[in-house]
Antibody, heavy 119, light 108 residues
């Protein structure tokens, strides 16, 4: 049973870089045709897809985030990571990692981690 | 970018009633790659429906999805107390993948 779990600081200062890690357990991040993704949800609002890293290592991020996103993978640790640069209060949200698959969409989600951007 | 518009914003119903939720896309969704998720307070979303009409593992058959192209529907045939939640549609046929703004199903 594959599971994913987010980790990282809960507080980031404005203009700094938000860094989160997602640990995959119960299966290899390198096996299967999966899109390892980040999604966020500001307090009281809806869901926004941030981007993914494909099992092959290619990445795609949401153009709405204006190239502030870097997603990478550490296969030795079975983890993938998110870096979001130049954060503002608008980046305050619960950040989820999830497994994307065709045709199954986002079938596995982490519990989410709250990140607050504040000085 | 495909914009998904969900309606209504809030649906007030009683247990046992039928719920019909709509998701309309600004462009045709490729290969019916449209999913529905349920989210309860303080929890991550959970997958209900993928490919517009296929139920995810363990999802009861009172949940059904239909539609193609730009118009999709999630139907809950008889609401159980645990079904009162927020529901999101999501398209994953074209990048960037996008979500609708959500429909809240609340107890009347």
């Amino acid at each position: 049973q594959v599971q994913v779990q987010e980790s990282g600081p809960g507080l980031v200062k404005p203009s700094q870089t938000l860094s989160l890690t997602c640990t995959v357990s119960g299966g290899s991040i390198s096996s299967g045709d999966y899109y390892w993704s980040w999604i966020r949800q500001p307090p009281g609002k809806g869901l926004e897809w941030i981007g993914y890293i494909y099992y092959s290592g290619s990445t795609y991020d949401n153009p709405s985030l204006k190239s502030r996103v870097t997603i990478s993978v550490d296969r030795s640790k079975n983890q993938f990571s998110l870096k979001l640069s130049s954060v503002t209060a608008a980046d305050t949200a619960v950040y989820y990692c999830a497994r994307g698959d065709y045709p199954y969409a986002f079938d596995i989600w982490g519990q989410g981690t709250m990140v607050t951007v504040s000085s | 970018e495909i914009v998904l518009t969900q309606s209504p914003g809030t649906l007030s119903l009683s247990p046992g009633e039928r719920a019909t939720l709509s998701c309309r896309a600004s462009q045709s969704v490729s290969s019916s790659y449209l999913a529905w998720y349920q989210q309860k307070p303080g929890q991550a979303p959970g997958l209900l429906i993928y490919g517009a009409s296929s139920r995810a593992t363990g999802i009861p058959d009172r949940f059904s999805g239909s539609g193609s192209g730009t118009d999709f529907t999630l139907t809950i045939s008889r609401l159980e107390p645990e079904d009162f939640a927020v529901y999101y549609c999501q398209q994953y046929g074209s990048s960037p993948w996008t979500f609708g703004q959500g429909t809240k199903v609340e107890i009347k």
